[in-house]
């Protein structure tokens, strides 16, 4: 069975840190792009980060630059998302994302892009 889960979620203040991680099994997800995104209350699912499978590319949405890292441990089936400085608007259900296709070093930004998914974890920022 294929499953991707989150976890390392939680309620923090406005700059503080928090660190995802997205544990996969069922599959050699280490050989595929893989990627975040968040769905805030009322909005809609939006691209954070992705890593390709060799983490040779990785990319980021313009409002996480430079306090957000996504890496990978292909060697422990999983993925992370660094994450510093939160602020309240990082509030959301963040998600990690897999594409079917392997060994690609592209890094893939849109939801449709992505074949399999996980059922999310909380962050919440107080301000």
Same mark, same amino acid.
């Given at each position: 069975?294929?499953?991707?889960?989150?976890?390392?979620?939680?309620?923090?203040?406005?700059?503080?840190?928090?660190?995802?991680?997205?544990?996969?099994?069922?599959? =050699?997800?280490?050989?595929?792009?893989?990627?975040?995104?968040?769905? =805030?209350?009322?909005?809609?699912?939006?691209?954070?980060?992705?890593?390709?499978?060799?983490?040779?590319?990785?990319?980021?949405?313009?409002?996480?630059?430079?306090?957000?890292?996504?890496?990978?441990?292909?060697?422990?089936?999983?993925?992370?998302?660094?994450?510093?400085?939160?602020?309240?608007?990082?509030?959301?259900?963040?998600?990690? =994302?897999?594409?079917?296709?392997?060994?690609?070093?592209?890094?893939?930004?849109?939801?449709?892009?992505?074949?399999?998914?996980?059922?999310?974890?909380?962050?919440?920022?107080?301000?």
């Amino acid at each position: 069975q294929v499953q991707l889960v989150e976890s390392g979620g939680g309620l923090v203040q406005a700059g503080d840190s928090l660190r995802l991680s997205c544990t996969t099994s069922g599959r =050699a997800f280490s050989r595929s792009t893989m990627g975040w995104f968040r769905q =805030a209350p009322g909005k809609e699912r939006e691209f954070v980060a992705s890593i390709s499978w060799s983490a040779l590319n990785s990319h980021y949405a313009q409002s996480v630059k430079g306090r957000f890292t996504v890496s990978r441990d292909n060697a422990k089936s999983t993925m992370y998302l660094q994450m510093n400085n939160l602020k309240p608007e990082d509030t959301a259900v963040y998600y990690c =994302a897999a594409v079917e296709i392997r060994y690609s070093d592209y890094v893939f930004l849109m939801e449709d892009q992505y074949d399999y998914w996980g059922q999310g974890t909380q962050v919440t920022v107080s301000s």
